[in-house]
């Protein structure tokens, strides 16, 4: 990706731009807050991290309207944060509490909210684009208007059940933007290495559905992607692709030391692409936000961090009577 050209000028509001600095900020701020609570071992089993990938869901959530659905990978703190879910249940239970979204049993990878029609958080890769699909079958069904935001990666896109879910979503013209978050990697293999052609955006042509390249480092970019997907998928066109070229500054998940590649590469990506930092530069190039306002921003965020790892860490661990909750979707007999 090329260097990053600052303008000092855009068409966006200074309150629009400090709502996607916010938004930013309040997912990078968690995921450092994640990872020191797993290193102090109290968040165990697998967490992947979202830093570096911030302006692609802020970007696309910008476009969304209430009752709009998302679905995603196991990477997905930043999702849950980005449609307004409550920090202190994402983060009680990362740390398995009772005070979490799931009541502290399904952890990392396995939160919802019905408030906020978010669907999850899927630890089988490629797993969710069938079942965002299913979601905007039944948006279409009821003619609700209703668009599903289906994320999932790079090393995803090479699923079978990916090509399966396209042939179908566009036969039946669903409502669905399939959002691919090309962060360049999967686990360990770089895209070149695992993908036969590089635009994955490309692979929507045999059956018919448009799709775009957007650069995932810059918020604005995203947003103005995601209002055209958005308006193509509301109208009734069928789905949309998007990919999103982004980057992840950690590894896989805390676990992977990333050995698979250099320290430069990824410290060239957070001195010259990173998504907050630019952001930061065109409020205060564009004279929309002094240093002393983006400081009062800055210990917000952190407040709110600080006090969702507080809750996280005071709740208390889930009873054993409720192992048997939970299980099965309560009916109305
Ligand atoms: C069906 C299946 N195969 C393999 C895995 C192991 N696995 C977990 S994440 C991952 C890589 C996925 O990479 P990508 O889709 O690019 O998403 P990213 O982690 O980069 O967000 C693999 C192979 C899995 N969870 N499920
Ligand atoms: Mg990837």
């Given at each position: 990706m090329a260097a990053r050209k600052t303008q000092?000028?855009?068409?966006?509001?200074?309150?629009e731009l400090k709502t996607y600095y916010r938004d930013m900020l309040l997912i990078r701020r968690f995921e450092e807050k994640a990872g020191q609570l797993y290193g102090m071992g109290l968040i165990g089993g697998f967490c992947h991290l979202y830093i570096g990938q911030e302006a692609v869901v802020v970007g696309?959530?910008?476009?969304?309207?209430?009752?709009?659905?998302?679905i995603t990978s196991y990477r997905d703190h930043g999702h849950m944060l980005a449609c307004g879910m409550d920090p202190n249940g994402v983060m009680a239970e990362l740390t398995g509490r009772e005070g979490g979204?799931?009541?502290?049993?399904?952890?990392?990878?396995?939160?919802?909210?019905?408030?906020?029609?978010?669907?999850?958080?899927?630890?089988?890769?490629?797993a969710q684009v069938p079942l965002g699909a299913g979601l905007a079958f039944a948006d279409k069904y009821l003619d609700n208007k209703r668009v599903t935001f289906t994320y999932f990666g790079d090393g995803a896109a090479n699923q079978g059940q990916v090509y399966e879910t396209f042939n179908m979503a566009a036969l039946w013209k669903l409502p669905v933007i399939f959002v691919i978050e090309n962060n360049q990697y999967a686990m360990g293999t770089?895209?070149?290495?695992?993908?036969?052609?590089?635009?994955?955006?490309?692979?929507?042509?045999?059956?018919g559905i448009p799709g775009e390249i957007v650069d995932g480092m810059d918020v604005l970019a995203v947003k103005a992607a995601?209002?055209?997907?958005?308006?193509?998928?509301?109208?009734?066109?069928?789905?949309?692709?998007?990919?999103?070229?982004?980057?992840?500054?950690?590894?896989?998940?805390?676990?992977?030391?990333?050995?698979?590649?250099?320290?430069?590469?990824?410290?060239?990506?957070?001195?010259?692409?990173?998504?907050?930092e630019h952001v930061r530069e065109l409020l205060l190039t564009g004279k929309h936000a002094t240093e002393d306002d983006l400081k009062a921003i800055d210990k917000e965020i952190k407040d709110i961090v600080n006090?969702?790892?507080?809750?996280?860490?005071?709740?208390?661990?889930?009873?054993?009577?409720?192992?048997?909750?939970?299980?099965?979707?309560?009916?109305d007999a």
């Amino acid at each position: 990706m090329a260097a990053r050209k600052t303008q000092a000028k855009t068409n966006v509001s200074a309150e629009e731009l400090k709502t996607y600095y916010r938004d930013m900020l309040l997912i990078r701020r968690f995921e450092e807050k994640a990872g020191q609570l797993y290193g102090m071992g109290l968040i165990g089993g697998f967490c992947h991290l979202y830093i570096g990938q911030e302006a692609v869901v802020v970007g696309l959530e910008a476009a969304a309207e209430e009752g709009d659905k998302r679905i995603t990978s196991y990477r997905d703190h930043g999702h849950m944060l980005a449609c307004g879910m409550d920090p202190n249940g994402v983060m009680a239970e990362l740390t398995g509490r009772e005070g979490g979204y799931s009541k502290g049993k399904g952890g990392s990878m396995h939160m919802f909210s019905k408030e906020k029609h978010f669907y999850g958080g899927h630890g089988i890769v490629g797993a969710q684009v069938p079942l965002g699909a299913g979601l905007a079958f039944a948006d279409k069904y009821l003619d609700n208007k209703r668009v599903t935001f289906t994320y999932f990666g790079d090393g995803a896109a090479n699923q079978g059940q990916v090509y399966e879910t396209f042939n179908m979503a566009a036969l039946w013209k669903l409502p669905v933007i399939f959002v691919i978050e090309n962060n360049q990697y999967a686990m360990g293999t770089a895209q070149a290495r695992s993908t036969s052609t590089q635009d994955i955006y490309t692979r929507g042509e045999p059956f018919g559905i448009p799709g775009e390249i957007v650069d995932g480092m810059d918020v604005l970019a995203v947003k103005a992607a995601s209002e055209k997907a958005v308006k193509h998928c509301r109208s009734g066109k069928g789905p949309y692709i998007l990919e999103v070229k982004t980057y992840r500054y950690r590894g896989h998940s805390m676990s992977d030391p990333a050995k698979y590649r250099t320290r430069e590469e990824v410290q060239k990506m957070r001195e010259e692409r990173d998504p907050i930092e630019h952001v930061r530069e065109l409020l205060l190039t564009g004279k929309h936000a002094t240093e002393d306002d983006l400081k009062a921003i800055d210990k917000e965020i952190k407040d709110i961090v600080n006090k969702s790892a507080d809750f996280a860490k005071e709740s208390p661990e889930p009873a054993l009577e409720e192992l048997w909750t939970d299980i099965y979707a309560e009916t109305d007999a």
